[in-house]
């Protein structure tokens, strides 16, 4: 059983940055890819981006292209986001997210983290 352990999340002024990280813990080596999505009370899970955990291959939401970077580091079992440029509309909890046997393309995770609060004041 693979366990995410998110850390990192907090308030920061609009146009400000924060750097999330997740630990894993457990990891079985078929995980395929790793990421990020988030959600705002009261609304659906919205992906943010993913990574492909051997191979590096990225993808993002459209919201956040060009200001997030999604990045591992496979010696310490860890996965970031970098989000610059925030905004309000950023706000959200953000979880991170592991996938056995899948696809960046298709990122659909089996294991999920608890959450971390992010909150960007205007």
């Known amino acids: 059983q693979e366990q995410l352990v998110e850390s990192g999340g907090g308030l920061v002024q609009a146009g400000g940055s924060l750097r999330l990280s997740c630990a894993a813990s457990?990891?079985?080596?078929?995980?395929?890819?790793m990421g990020w999505f988030r959600q705002v009370s009261g609304k659906e899970r919205e992906f943010v981006a993913a990574?492909?955990?051997?191979?590096?291959?990225?993808r993002y939401s459209d919201s956040v292209k060009g200001r997030f970077t999604i990045s591992r580091d496979k010696s310490k079992n860890t996965l970031y986001l970098q989000m610059n440029s925030l905004n309000p509309e950023d706000t959200a909890v953000y979880y991170c997210?592991?996938?056995?046997?899948?696809?960046?393309?298709?990122?659909?995770?089996?294991?999920w983290g608890q959450g971390t609060q992010v909150t960007v004041s205007s």
């Open positions: 457990g990891r079985t080596p078929s995980t395929s890819a």
């Open positions: 990574i492909g955990w051997k191979h590096g291959f990225t």
């Open positions: 997210a592991a996938e056995i046997l899948g696809d960046v393309d298709a990122f659909s995770p089996d294991y």
